[in-house]
C-alpha cells in the first residue's frame, strides 16, 4: 500500500524564508525579467515601428504555479548550498528555465521510470518535485530514502488530485483528458488509484477516444481491443475491465487542455450515459483546467479579434497549454510554434514546431517576410519567461530593419 496516505512522515523542507526569497526573487528577475515586455504591455500591448507592430495577448508567459516553483527551485539551492539537489523530470517545460537549473547544479532525475539513481538517493539529498507533481511510485521511493522533499507541485494540481482520490473513494472510475505520457497526467492517473489502490481511471487524449469510449459504454464491445487501444503507456489502470469499470464514470481533466474540447468530451460521456441508463446518474463532472490556462486561452481568443498578419506562440515544445495555444491561432491565421528567437531565421525563413507532425521543420514566414505593413501578434505558454518574448519582439523588428536601440526607446 502507499505510503502517501501518511503525509506526516514526509520530510519536507520549508525553504521560503525572507531573506532567502528577497535574494531568490531578485535572481529570477535578472533571469527572466523583460523592461520591453513591460513597456509594451503599459502602453495596452502595442507597439509600431515604421511599417511593423506587434500586438501582445493581455495574458502570456508565466503564470502563479511556474513562478512558484521556479522560486522554490532557485531557493533549495541557497538554502543547501553544498548538498546535492535533485529534480524529478524538469520543474517546468521550457528548455531556457531548465538550463538554468542545470547551471545551478540541480540534477534531472527520470520522470518516466524510476532508475538506479533513485536507489543511490540518501538523507543529505534534496528532491525538488515539479509543478506537475509526480506519481505516488515516486513520492514513496523518495521518502522512503530519507530525502528532503522540496515540493512545487501547483494548487491547481492537487485539486484535481483531490477530486479523483474522491471518485475512487466513491467507486468511480476516473476518465482522465490528458495526454498520458505527460507528468501531470501521470502524477493524477497515480492519485485515481486512491488510498487503498482499488480505484481505476482510463485516460482519453481526443473526441475520437471519447467516441470509442462511449460507443462501448451504449453498445459493449470487445474487451481485448479497448485495452488495445488505451492499455499502452499507461493509459488505463492495471485490471481495467471496460465491462466493468465503466459504469459510473467521473470526468476530469489535465489542467491544460483545451477548455473546448474538455467540455465537449464531458458532454459526450454524458450522453452515453443517458442513452444506456436513460439518466446521468452515474455520471459525474469536474472542470478542472487552471485559471491561468482558461486566462490565456481566453486572452487569445481576445488577440484573434484584432486583425492580424501573423502569430508567433512562444514556448517549449512539450508544453501542454502552449500547444493548445498554437492550436487555437492556426485556425485563425499563419501560426509559427517557436522556442526562441533563433527560430526567426530571416525573412525567408522560419523554424517551428509543427504540432501536427510533431517535429520541428523549416518554413516560409508568410507575411512575416513581406514587404509592407504588417501585424504580428505574439503570446506565450505559462511556462515561457518575458525574457524570451522579448528576444522574440526584437527579432522581429531586427528581421524588419529595425533596430534594438529604436525599440527601447520607442
Ligand atoms: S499551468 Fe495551471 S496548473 Fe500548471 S502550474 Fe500554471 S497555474 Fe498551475
Redesign the pocket.
Known sequence: MSVYAHPARRRRVNVRTPEVMERVQAEVAEHYRSSIVEKVRAKGGLLSIGDTTIRLAKQFG?????E??IDLAYASRRVFPENRIFLIGEI?HNPEVNRQLEAMEIVSLPWQEMNEQYDDLGEDDVVIVP??GAPVSFMDKVESRGCQIVDTT????MKVWKRVRGFAKDGVTSIIHGKADHE?TRATASRAAGEDGKGHYLIVLTLEDTDFVCDYIVNGGDPAAFRERFGGVGGMSEGFDPDVHLHRVGVANQ??MLKSETEEIQRRVRAALLRRDGDDSNFSVFDT?????QE?QDALFDLLEEPLDVLLVVGGYNS??TTHLVEIGEKELPTFFIRSSECLVSLAEIVHYDIHRKEEVDADPGPLGREGAVLVGITA???CPNNLIEDTILKVFELRGVSADEVRSA
Open positions: 508565466f503564470c502563479y504555479g511556474v512558484r516553483a517546468i509543478a506537475f501547483c494548487g491547481d494540481v501531470e489542467t491544460t483546467i487552471c485559471g491561468a490556462t490565456r501542454s497549454n505558454g505559462a511556462s
